[in-house]
T-cell receptor, first 120, second 109 residues
Framework: LQLQASGPGLVKSSETLSLTCTVSGGSISSTNSHWVWIRQPPGKGLEWIGTVFYRGNTNYSPSLQGRLSLLVDTSKNQLSLRLYSVTAADTAVYFCARRTGDFGYFFDPWSQGTLVTVSS | SYVLTQPPSVSVALGQTARITCGGNNLGSKSVHWYQQRPGQAPVLVVYDDSDRPSGIPERISGSEGGNTATLTISRVEAGDEADYYC????????????FGGGTQLTIL
């Protein structure tokens, strides 16, 4: 299974950030498939953004609730992220990953990161 | 929300053993997972469910847990082990269920 994240490298402040994650080597809608987005500001640690189930159910980080939308397109085997009204604080490398596990969920595999810079 | 605490940095001589800790309240009741992130790369899962290794991860990388602390141990460290390491748990009772430690930078001397 491989994931590839993509999107514009530069977004203007107050606009909408849109990213896509293409899944290959497996179906995005396989049994109990959950997918996550995680971001990493430059020089900082990892931050979970949200989780999306292949049927469309979502769970968002409280800090982004109201600005975030995670979607699944099963026909294209793709995930998408939309973050509205971005600010400089949203500048980060964004990753998508599969959530898996039985006793406590973890993330594997990950996409390569895609850097998004919010400019004023 | 739940907090995981890691030392910011650990240094170890080439060929020696590195130990990276991850602390959290009642951590023993949760499954701890570890990721390695080399510079400019995506994180890679190296240990899951406290002590299991994914296929392809060498046996000299191991995980353990006791009380409120989980430990990632890397034996016979190599230059390629120099990276940032993150612990992670899933807190099902939280509205922010995925929790990462702050990360530990491992330096090989």
């Amino acid at each position: 299974l491989q994931l590839q994240a993509s999107g514009p490298g530069l977004v203007k402040s107050s606009e909408t950030l849109s990213l896509t994650c293409t899944v290959s080597g497996g179906s995005i809608s396989s049994t109990n498939s959950h997918w996550v987005w995680i971001r990493q500001p430059p020089g900082k640690g990892l931050e979970w953004i949200g989780t999306v189930f292949y049927r469309g159910n979502t769970n968002y980080s409280p800090s982004l609730q109201g600005r975030l939308s995670l979607l699944v397109d099963t026909s294209k085997n793709q995930l998408s992220l939309r973050l509205y009204s971005v600010t400089a604080a949203d500048t980060a490398v964004y990753f998508c990953a599969r959530r898996t596990g039985d006793f406590g969920y973890f993330f594997d595999p990950w996409s390569q990161g895609t850097l998004v810079t919010v400019s004023s | 929300s739940y907090v995981l605490t890691q030392p910011p940095s650990v240094s170890v001589a080439l060929g020696q053993t590195a130990r990276i800790t991850c602390g959290g309240n009642n951590l023993g009741s949760k499954s701890v997972h570890w990721y390695q992130q080399r510079p400019g790369q995506a994180p890679v899962l190296v240990v899951y469910d406290d002590s299991d290794r994914p296929s392809g991860i060498p046996e000299r990388i191991s995980g353990s847990e006791g009380g409120n602390t989980a430990t990632l141990t890397i034996s016979r460290v190599e230059a390629g082990d120099e990276a940032d390491y993150y612990c992670q748990v899933w807190d099902s009772n939280s509205d922010h269920p995925a929790v990462f430690g702050g990360g530990t930078q491992l330096t090989i001397l």
